[in-house]
Nanobody, 120 residues
Framework: VQLQASGGGLVQAGDSLTLSCAAS????????MAWYRQAPGGQRELVAS???????DYTTSLEGRFTISRDNTKKSVFLQMTKLEPEDTAVYYC???????????????WGQGTLVTVSS
C-alpha cells in the first residue's frame, strides 16, 4: 500500500492551494483519512480528519480556512487551503487507516509529504 501526496508549492500569503493524496496497492477498505503537518523545527500536528462516511473534524484554529474531503471511488483525500498565512508553511502529510484484506486489521499508512511554503 502506498499513499502519494501532491499539490504543494510556493504561494503568497492570502492564496489558496489544494493538496491531494491517493492510495494505491491491494486495498480492501479505507477507514479514516487525515492530513497532518510539520513546520520547520516543530512537531507533526493533526490538521483535519475525515471518516469513511465523510464526517470531518478540524484543528480548531484552522477550521474555516481549511476543508478536508475525500473521494472513496478514487481512494483519495484532499485538503483545500484558503487565505494561507506564512505560519502555514510546513510539510503536509496524508495518513489513512487501511485494511489490505478483510481478515487483516487496518493499519495506518503515511504519505511521503508535500511541502507548502507561504511567503509574506
Amino acid at each position: 500500500v502506498q499513499l502519494q501526496a501532491s499539490g504543494g508549492g510556493l504561494v503568497q500569503a492570502g492564496d489558496s492551494l489544494t493538496l491531494s493524496c491517493a492510495a494505491s496497492g491491494t486495498i480492501f477498505g479505507i477507514n479514516d483519512m487525515a492530513w497532518y503537518r510539520q513546520a520547520p523545527g516543530g512537531q507533526r500536528e493533526l490538521v483535519a480528519s475525515i471518516t469513511s462516511r465523510g464526517r470531518a473534524d478540524y484543528t480548531t484554529s484552522l477550521e474555516g480556512r481549511f476543508t478536508i474531503s475525500r473521494d472513496n471511488t478514487k481512494k483519495s483525500v484532499f485538503l483545500q487551503m484558503t487565505k494561507l498565512e506564512p505560519e502555514d508553511t510546513a510539510v503536509y502529510y496524508c495518513n489513512a487507516e487501511i485494511a489490505r484484506e478483510y481478515w487483516i486489521p487496518a493499519t495506518h499508512y503515511w504519505g511521503q509529504g508535500t511541502l507548502v511554503t507561504v511567503s509574506s
